[in-house]
């Protein structure tokens, strides 16, 4: 997750630099730009610690009783329930897909799967909840699906309830499992899943002791990336879960905008920027270094 | 034929389980997708599935929102304007606020690097409803209004570690020596970064800019906050549609966004073909 | 070969890629004997590592049959092979102790753990690897040299009737390299396992084995003992394969007593040769080796009539480029004390069975 901050930390790049050349004028704009994100977040800060009604005005601490009340910590228990549990799916998923991607000797395929699994994180979230609607609805092709192998009428509703939002976060952030799974795949030399074989493990042996052992941080990392990402799920509960499923995101929302209490939006944003942030550091101790080895 | 076995999972029952799941969940992954192109053709009048027949009865629908007599009343041609305006002048902003970035981290050493570092990697994290809230409280609280640059700059924000990631990898792929090359012969900081960095970095630019491109266009989250009455983006316009009046038309003028985005994925796939071969260090 | 059990008995194997249009490696036949240490030399390319990956069952023959102490192995995945193979980067498994290493393949046996830590601590002595000072280590802790040791006990610890070395040593250093041949013969001997030994570099292979088989291009070119190849080679690859070689064409049969010959050179030398089987025919070889020449400063009678072209004096050995009726060629050894300077005249003289005629 914290890209820039990988992609420079090898040294490659850094060779003799005594230079005079003030480095801080070329990062002045992009530090305005983070610098609006840090203003915002003192302002949410401020805002949390604020009386209803007068949020720049007054002090109080009664929005952080408020955010743990029986129903908001359902709540966040919920939003992170539904984000672990898509992680595990997702990451489960990716399995297969990696090794396909790792394993296939046609270059078309592999670059035809990568485009696959790019495309639900790139296309519009919105058009893909149009499209999950038009599968889950009452009259959706799963249940006709369903029908059709029954054979008899099924009217299972998976919109608007956790499943069906579980099967939207698992659907949009499923390349952020497979990217880190194919590269710790890709980094396992063939002799050791022979030496496994030679040494008298079958293939399922080989999985257990040695594949999935080493794919493990790889996988992980995956996890992580997407329980991170659906914490701050808005959009995808927002059209699939309908009224009945909500996330921090969809109270904080609500608090904002239609509750007209700042104060507990603003401090329910809080608790969901500390475990974006946690997650990322999570993640930071789970990837493994760059560079550690070559192949 | 000789019994069939590997050992590495190229060949054999393993394979095949493999393919066939592979295959599964990456049609299950479209399947949203396809399922919004498919119904778009519907001839009926519902979203029902599978259509009644085919035809391309709301895509003149949508024809009609953009030029017919109600034009003015739907707003389509309006939001998809603002949407590609927006888009446009994102990808413009942080390239031009990612690009010195990029070579600062890429290039110089400094005091505080680190921090720098991790800043710039955290609107990757942040969550964005909680950015679009707090722009939201902040230009109301200042009593501000930047019109459609509330917009572009959140966009902006988001974007740019995505533009920075692209540009960064594209400039470690270049040679400190060809720069200290110019520099030997007499070319200026400035001109060194503008013939030389510039030029080379120039594959891995374009992609990051198209990506923030994109991620602009279908971005919701952040539009949902901040737009206004008179800068109101096609997500918004999409969403407004899906809960007044949810028919097909929303599903052709999906596909259309989805055509958009494919177009863009499928240039910025060749951009990243193209730039491997000079780029590639070892 | 000698009346040893065989171990494993390769018939006819061959390897066909790109549906037959590339033959790796084509219709070879393999024996190894308990105890003994063949080696598999060849150019990179050869077929020998295809060679060895089938008989380890890591690849599947085209046809032909793989038989270990008398069952037929040809269809069996390697993990019911009972082979074991030392993998060239060695293949120590990144996330275990070297303990763990050693023991997966006892562990995949379903071996009783008290005796799993047994045998591990006493392959592990067998290399001089001390359990209790190498065992928790990783493979990011050890040298070059001890994940070959690991890689080795690894293998034999779970008593393998046949051991595969694909060049274990081409990570090492020349010096390591000479080192760890010495102890792994030792070590092979020891244990009276049967082992095959696939390399490229003639020197490590003509050391270490009691047999060498020499590939190219998919084909076995000769099979036998170190001596036998380099002093009796079947062709003129086998000949520059192993060593610095004179090669005269052969343009005719004047005399034939027995497997001897005298033939006449392409350059009007006429000189006796010996036939490994066949007799010599027009288009043949006759090759020398440079140390069994000898050359003399006087005409001993018989000798060929050679001017010397140029004079090296290296690792204590003069070498002397000669030109013979035409033909250049390089003499180690002489029978006069003195150094024949470049431009004088001198005579050269070959035994007939040390003078090999070999196949084109």
């Not at chain 3, 001596?227 to 343009?251: H, M, Q, S, T, W």
Request: a neutral charge.
């Amino acid at each position: 997750m914290s890209s820039i901050a990988e992609l420079s930390s090898d040294s490659v790049s850094f060779r003799k630099r005594p230079s005079r050349a003030h480095p801080h004028l070329l990062l002045l704009p992009a530090g305005m730009l983070v610098g609006l994100l840090l203003v915002c977040s003192v302002a949410i800060i401020r805002m949390s610690w604020g009386g209803r009604n007068a949020e720049w005005t007054s002090w109080s601490g009664l929005a952080y009783q408020q955010v743990v009340t029986a129903r908001n910590v359902a709540v966040i228990a919920d939003t992170i329930w539904m984000a672990m549990l898509s992680a595990i799916i997702a990451t489960a998923l990716a399995l297969p897909i990696a090794l396909f991607m790792v394993r296939t000797s046609s270059a078309a395929m592999r670059r035809f799967a990568l485009v696959t699994i790019l495309l639900p994180m790139i296309i519009s979230l919105l058009v893909q909840s149009f499209g999950w609607m038009a599968i889950l609805g009452p009259n959706g092709l799963l249940n006709q699906v369903l029908s059709v192998v029954a054979g008899e009428p099924v009217q299972m509703s998976l919109l608007f309830n956790r499943t069906g939002v579980i099967l939207g976060l698992v659907q949009t952030t499923i390349p952020l499992a497979v990217l880190p799974t194919i590269a710790a795949l890709a980094a396992i030399p063939a002799a050791l899943e022979e030496a496994a074989s030679v040494l008298g493990a079958n293939r399922l042996r080989t999985y257990r002791h040695v594949i999935l052992p080493l794919a493990r941080p790889g996988m992980i990392t995956g996890a992580i990336l997407v329980f991170g990402f659906n914490t701050g799920a808005f959009v995808v509960p927002l059209l699939l879960g309908g009224l009945k499923v909500t996330t921090i995101a969809i109270v904080i929302r609500d608090q904002m905008g239609s509750l007209m209490n700042w104060p507990l939006g603003a401090a329910l944003s809080i608790i969901l920027v500390s475990l974006a942030l946690l997650v990322q550091s999570l993640s930071r101790m789970t990837t493994p270094k760059q560079g550690g080895k070559s192949g | 034929m000789r019994a069939s076995f590997s050992v590495t999972g190229h060949a054999g029952l393993e394979w095949w389980i493999i393919r066939i799941t592979c295959f599964i969940i990456l049609t299950v992954m479209l399947a949203p997708i396809l399922m919004v192109l498919v119904i778009s053709f519907t001839d009926g009048d519902t979203l029902q599935f599978p259509p009644p027949g085919f035809s391309m009865r709301w895509y003149l629908e949508v024809w009609a929102f953009l030029t017919g007599p109600d034009a003015d009343l739907v707003r389509l041609v309006e939001s998809l304007l603002i949407s590609v305006k927006i888009a446009g002048a994102t990808a413009v902003v942080t390239v031009l606020a990612g690009v010195p970035a990029s070579y600062a981290l890429v290039r110089y050493r400094f005091f505080g690097k680190t921090l720098i570092e991790e800043l710039l990697g955290l609107p990757v994290v942040f969550p964005a409803v909680v950015l679009g809230i707090s722009l939201l409280v902040l230009f109301s609280a200042t009593k501000t209004d930047f019109g459609v640059w509330q917009i572009i700059l959140a966009h902006s924000i988001i974007g740019l570690p995505f533009l920075m990631r692209n540009c960064m990898t594209s400039m470690k792929g270049i040679d400190v020596a060809l720069e200290e090359a110019a520099k030997t012969l007499g070319a200026s900081p400035v001109r060194v970064f503008h013939k030389i960095i510039l030029p080379l970095a120039s594959g891995g630019i374009a992609s990051g800019a198209i990506l923030v491109f994109i991620l602009s266009f279908n971005e919701f989250t952040l539009s949902y906050f901040l737009y206004t009455v008179d800068v109101f983006p096609l997500p918004i316009w999409l969403f407004q549609q899906a809960n007044t009046s949810f028919s097909p038309a929303v599903f052709a003028v999906s596909s259309l966004i989805v055509a958009i985005n494919v177009l863009a994925v499928l240039v910025l796939d060749w951009l990243v073909a193209v730039r491997k071969q000079p780029d590639r260090q070892d | 070969m000698d009346m040893q059990r065989i171990i494993l008995d390769v018939r006819g194997l061959s390897r066909e890629f790109a549906n037959g249009k590339v033959k790796a490696v084509d219709n070879i036949d393999i024996a190894v004997g308990r105890g003994e240490i063949v080696s598999i030399l060849g150019p990179s390319g050869c077929g020998k590592t295809t060679t060895m990956r089938m008989i380890a069952g890591l690849d599947q023959p085209t046809s032909g049959t793989i038989n270990l102490c008398g069952n037929d192995v040809t269809d069996l995945p390697p993990y019911r092979r009972n082979i074991g193979l030392v993998f060239q980067s060695f293949a120590i498994f990144p996330h275990m102790t070297v303990q763990q290493n050693v023991a997966f393949g006892l562990k995949m046996q379903r071996v009783a753990l008290d005796e799993i830590e047994s045998r591990v601590s006493a392959a592990l002595d067998l290399v001089q690897l001390p359990l209790s000072k190498f065992g928790d280590r990783r493979s990011d802790e050890l040298s070059g040299g001890q994940l070959q040791r690991v890689a080795l006990a690894r293998t034999l610890v779970t008593e393998p009737a046949l051991v595969l070395f694909d060049e274990p040593m081409a990570a090492l250093d020349r010096r390591l390299r000479d080192h760890m041949a010495v102890e792994l013969r030792a070590i092979q001997k020891q244990l009276g396992i049967a082992a095959i030994y696939v390399t490229h570099d003639q020197e490590t292979a003509t050391t270490m084995s009691d047999r060498v088989v020499i590939m190219n291009s998919g084909r076995i070119l000769q099979d036998g003992t170190p001596e036998d190849i380099y002093l009796k080679p079947a062709d003129r690859f086998v000949c520059e394969f192993l060593g610095e070689v004179n090669i005269l064409g052969i343009r005719d049969i004047i005399q034939t007593d027995g497997d001897r010959q005298l033939v006449r050179t392409d350059n009007n030398i006429d000189l006796w040769a010996t036939g490994r089987r066949t007799h010599a025919k027009p288009g043949m070889l006759v090759a020398f080796r440079p140390e069994q020449a000898l050359l003399h400063a006087n005409d001993p009678g018989h000798g060929i009539e050679a001017k010397i072209e140029s004079v090296q004096f290296r690792n204590g050995l003069h070498r002397w480029k000669v030109d013979i009726s035409g033909a250049s060629v390089i003499v180690h050894s002489t029978t006069v004390d003195r150094r024949i300077a470049q431009g004088e005249r001198a005579w050269l003289t070959i035994d007939a069975d040390k003078s090999r005629i070999v196949a084109p």
